[in-house]
């Protein structure tokens, strides 16, 4: 069973950093694009950052400067930096993959979602 597990989320001030790790474990054969989503109260999911699994990344004009995704293949692990958080940063953080499984079936996975809140 493929699971996708969040973490780092928590509560910081106004400028301050938080580091979120997206974990992969299972039985994985390999995981192509893996992604970092957030959904405020009242709001829609938006896409916050990308990275495929050769590094090439993209991100919503709002975090661009602010927010670094990385990867690590080697621990199936994808990680959001981000620095400079305001209060509109406060949302549920999901991170999403596209993984082949042991058995060679493809999936999009989600994560269960980590809590920012940024206070002013």
């Known amino acids: 069973q493929v699971q996708l597990v969040e973490s780092g989320g928590g509560l910081v001030q106004a400028g301050g950093s938080l580091r979120l790790s997206c974990a992969a474990s299972?039985?994985?054969?390999?995981?192509?694009?893996m992604g970092w989503y957030r959904q405020a109260p009242g709001k829609q999911r938006e896409l916050v950052a990308t990275?495929?699994?050769?590094?090439?990344?993209s991100y919503a004009d709002s975090v661009k400067g602010r927010f670094t995704v990385s990867r690590d293949n080697a621990k199936n692990t994808a990680y959001l930096q981000m620095n400079s958080l305001k209060p509109e940063d406060t949302a549920v953080y999901y991170c999403?993959?596209?993984?082949?499984?042991?058995?060679?079936?493809?999936?999009?996975?989600w994560g269960q979602g980590t809590q920012v809140t940024v206070s002013s």
């Open positions: 299972g039985s994985i054969f390999s995981i192509d694009y």
């Open positions: 999403n993959a596209d993984i082949t499984s042991g058995t060679y079936y493809y999936r999009h996975y």
């Open positions: 990275i495929t699994s050769g590094g090439s990344t």
